[in-house]
C-alpha cells in the first residue's frame, strides 16, 4: 500500500469490542493480569500486554505502530516533547568521558542541552561544519559515541550530505542521529541514507495543526544496545512517556499528514517566490528556490518538496521589531507547521538567552525573521505581509 493508506488503516494490537474505527482512549494507569505468570513476562518485558502507563499504553502504542509502518523501523518509542526524544536518546548513548560530534547550527535548546546539561555529567560536545566531511572525520574518535545533525538547520536552513556523514558514522562504528523535524518522514526514507537513529518533534506536522506536544524515536536496529537501554532504561527511570490523549490526537494528524503536507509545502513555494518581489526584503532563504544553495542537495536527498520554513533578511533588528508589531493575519508565536502561519524573531527569542558571540558563532542574525508557512490562501498571507514591510 502506498503510505497514506497505510497511515490510515493500521490495525488495531487486539480487536475493540464495539468495532471502534478509531483507537480509543485508553486513560488509565494500570491495568489488571489474569494470573501471576502473566504479570511476569509482561513487568519483565518478554509480552506486549501493558503494565503501567507510564512505560507501555495500548493508544501510545497504537500510534507508535503507525509511525513503525511508514518508517520501517525496527522500534518507535513516543515521548511528551520533541526535546524528551532528544534527551533520552542522547542520554542512552552518552556517558561520563564520551563526546558527540554534531553541528553549531542546532535549534536553541538542543544547543543548551549539549553545551551546559550534557556537559554538567562529563559529556563532551565538539561543533564543527557538517557540510565539511573532513572537519567531521577530524572531530571523531574512540570516545565518540555519536555523530548527530539536524537535517535541516532551523533557522540557517543549511542541508548536510547525510550519506557521507553515514560513512564516517560507520567507520567510527558509531550510530548517525539526526533530526528530521524539518521535513516529514513520508517524504523520504531516513534509513535509506544511513540514518541510524531518527528523532522528531511531533508537535510539528504530525500533530496536525499545533494540537499536541509530543516526539518520536525512531530506530532502525543497527544499535542493539541503544534498543535494550531505551525500553529497559530510559523510558523506565526517566518518564518522559507520551500521554494517551496527545497519542489519540497526534494519530488522527498522522493520518492527514500527507494531504496537508503537500498544500503547506507549496504554499511555501509559492510564498517564497512571492516574497523575492518585495525590496524589503534583503533575502530570502529556502531550499525550493532553484538558486539556493542547498536546492539540490536537499531535492537528492528529500524529494520534490522542501518543507514550511521560510527566513527573509530586512535591514536590522528594529525592522523586525516593527514588521511584526505591524502583522494583522500572520501570528506573532514559536512553534513550527501549524495551519497558521507563524513569524518570530529568533535572536531576541528562541536564542534570546545566548551572548552576541554564541549567536554569531551560530550564526544566528539580528536581522532574520522566521516564518512558519500555514495552510491559507497565500494571497492573503503575501498581502499581509507586504502591508507589514510598509510600516517599517
Known sequence: MKKQTEAIHTGFQRSDSYGALSMPVYHTAAYEFPDAASMVESFCG?????????????????FENKVKQLTGAVDVIAFSSGMAAISNTL?????????????????????????????????????????????????MDSSTCCLFLE??????????????????????NVPLVAD???????????????????????????SGGATSIGGL??????CEEFGKRMRTEMLLNLGAYM????AYMQTIGLENLHARYLLQSA??????????????????????????????????????????????????????????????????????????????????TIFGPFTAEQKREMDVKDTTIRLSVGLEDMEDVFNDINQALNEI
Open 46 to 62: 518478554r509480552s506486549t500486554d501493558p503494565d503501567y502507563s507510564r512505560v507501555m499504553n495500548p493508544t501510545v502504542t497504537f
Open 91 to 139: 542520554i542512552a548513548l552518552a556517558a561520563a568521558g564520551k563526546n558527540i560530534v554534531t553541528s553549531r547550527h542546532l535549534f536553541g535548546n538542543t544547543y543548551a542541552l549539549l553545551s551546559k546539561t550534557l556537559s554538567r555529567f562529563g559529556v563532551e560536545t565538539r561543533l564543527v561544519d557538517l557540510t565539511n566531511p573532513a572537519a567531521v572525520e577530524a572531530a
Open 151 to 172: 537535517i535541516m538547520t532551523n533557522p540557517q536552513m543549511e542541508v548536510a550530505d547525510i550519506p557521507a556523514l553515514a560513512a564516517i558514522a560507520r567507520k567510527w
Open 180 to 206: 528530521t523535524t524539518m521535513i516529514p518522514f513520508t517524504e523520504f526514507s531516513a534509513s535509506a541514507l544511513g540514518i541510524d537513529i531518527e528523532v522528531v518533534s511531533s508537535t510539528k506536522y504530525i
Open 217 to 222: 524515536v525512531m530506530d532502525y536496529g543497527t
Open 243 to 246: 500521554t494517551p490523549h496527545v
Open 267 to 348: 504554499n511555501t513555494m509559492r510564498l517564497a517566490e512571492m516574497l523575492r518581489t518585495l525590496p524589503a526584503i534583503k533575502e530570502v532563504n529556502y531550499p525550493g528556490l532553484a538558486d539556493n544553495r542547498f536546492h539540490e542537495i536537499s531535492r537528492h536527498q528529500f524529494g520534490s518538496t522542501f518543507g514550511a520554513m521560510i527566513t527573509i533578511e530586512l535591514a536590522n533588528q528594529e525592522a523586525c521589531f516593527k514588521f511584526l508589531n505591524a502583522l494583522k493575519l500572520v501570528r506573532r508565536a514559536t512553534n513550527l507547521f501549524d495551519n497558521k502561519t507563524l513569524a518570530i524573531h529568533p535572536a531576541s
